[in-house]
T-cell receptor, first 115, second 112 residues
Framework: DVKVTQSSRYLVKRTGEKVFLECVQD?????MFWYRQDPGLGLRLIYF???????EKGDIPEGYSVSREKKERFSLILESASTNQTSMYLC??????????????FGAGTRLSVL | GESVGLHLPTLSVQEGDNSIINCAYS??????FIWYKQESGKGPQFIID?????DKRQGQRVTVLLNKTVKHLSLQIAATQPGDSAVYFC???????????FGTGTRLLVSP
């Protein structure tokens, strides 16, 4: 079974804090993704990565950065957390290309509250 | 802009009924569609996919129908069970990219 593990299920942080959300996958997938999920807005892509040390902006990258130093790990960083970053954050991974069906396997999510 | 959306935000059915969840998409260049199920407290899970050169694909108790003429996608669940209660998302893949565009989701509520 594919397993995507997010380090925290719940986080509470204060405005201005630096926040790290960690994600690890055990399927040797090349692609990894970070989304945020908000009521009425669905899943929105923040950043994705096709390979180690590679990153691409998604649809809403502002206020976020990422790090991919190892293939299995993809970190989302909030340099200075703000209240509008309170959300559910979902990490996903997949093999590359449509041949692999591009199925994205998701972690259970991290619910972040910024006070 | 391109978008993927859903017609019904909430669908309530009785156990044993068949459920139909609908999805409209606007990007006619999309060539691959996926349905995900998200149970409370969990991340989305893959259910079934379909390529744009197909009209219908069946899985276990689920069927996806694709109507490219009207850019409409539907997920049919046969003999709906309480365990099917979840939020269902359709998603499309932009040609040439490897990122999904998700709809906002439909909540399916199954009453015993």
């Amino acid at each position: 079974d594919v397993k995507v593990t997010q380090s925290s299920r719940y986080l509470v942080k204060r405005t201005g804090e630096k926040v790290f959300l960690e994600c690890v996958q055990d399927m040797d997938h090349e692609n990894m993704f970070w989304y945020r999920q908000d009521p009425g807005l669905g899943l929105r892509l923040i950043y994705f990565s096709y390979d180690v040390k590679m990153k691409e902006k998604g649809d809403i990258p502002e206020g976020y950065s990422v790090s991919r130093e190892k293939k299995e790990r993809f970190s989302l960083i909030l340099e200075s957390a703000s209240t509008n970053q309170t959300s559910m954050y979902l990490c996903a991974s997949s093999r590359p290309g449509l041949q692999a069906k591009n199925i994205q396997y998701f972690g259970a999510g991290t619910r972040l509250s910024v006070l | 802009g391109e978008s993927v959306g859903l017609h019904l935000p909430t669908l309530s059915v009785q156990e044993g009924d068949n459920s139909i969840i609908n999805c409209a998409y606007s990007n006619s260049a999309s060539d691959y569609f996926i349905w995900y199920k998200q149970e409370s407290g969990k991340g989305p899970q893959f259910i079934i996919d379909i390529r744009s050169n197909m009209d219908k694909r069946q899985g276990q108790r689920v069927t996806v129908l694709l109507n490219k003429t009207v850019k409409h996608l539907s997920l049919q669940i046969a003999a709906t069970q309480p365990g099917d209660s979840a939020v269902y998302f359709c998603a499309e893949i932009n040609t040439g990219f490897q990122k999904l565009v998700f709809g906002t989701g439909t909540r399916l509520l199954v009453s015993p």
